[in-house]
């Protein structure tokens, strides 16, 4: 089956409208775990899952996503780890966290540099891409006791 394709319009609309979480309160997942919430438009059919998944061997290795529910497609993502390196489409080379926004040319397979991250930042970079989604409303992030 193939993937879902967007136009870049639709996926710019998607990415710019307000969102609001349907969840109050979120666990920040252990070392190897994922977390996932949900997330509601502006309209109830209008619904994307955000993604928190941790690396198991390297502790300040995290990925952040946000995709639309029924069909899958990643709209937005935040890769964070502090050695990773991402080759883009066009041969450049990414070193570090990096950002994945949905383009109709290159899906999700493009990345641009992450500025002014800590990778130990967890709440603050899940807070980050929230933002960067447009979810106004936003939950709790509760962190592990081994995150700290």
């Given at each position: 089956m193939a993937a879902a394709k967007l136009t870049q319009q639709e996926a710019d609309m998607m990415i710019s409208m307000l969102k609001r979480t349907l969840e109050k309160v979120v666990l920040f997942p252990e070392r190897g775990k994922k977390a996932s919430f949900q997330v509601e438009g502006t309209t109830k059919r209008d619904n994307f899952t955000i993604d928190i998944f941790r690396g198991t061997v390297n502790r300040l290795k995290c990925y952040i996503g946000a995709r639309i529910?029924?069909?899958?497609?990643?709209?937005?993502?935040?890769?964070?780890?502090?050695?990773?390196?991402?080759?883009?489409?066009?041969?450049?080379?990414?070193?570090?966290?990096?950002?994945?926004?949905?383009?109709?040319?290159?899906?999700?397979?493009?990345?641009?540099?992450?500025?002014?991250?800590?990778?130990?930042?967890?709440?603050?970079?899940?807070?980050?891409?929230?933002?960067?989604?447009?979810?106004?409303?936003?939950?709790?992030?509760?962190?592990?006791?081994?995150?700290?």
């Open positions: 529910t029924v069909s899958g497609v990643m709209l937005m993502e935040l890769h964070i780890n502090p050695t990773s390196r991402h080759r883009n489409p066009d041969g450049t080379v990414i070193i570090g966290s990096h950002w994945h926004i949905y383009s109709e040319e290159y899906g999700r397979s493009f990345a641009e540099k992450a500025e002014d991250l800590q990778s130990n930042q967890f709440i603050e970079n899940t807070l980050l891409l929230l933002k960067r989604f447009n979810v106004i409303e936003r939950p709790d992030i509760h962190m592990q006791t081994e995150l700290i």
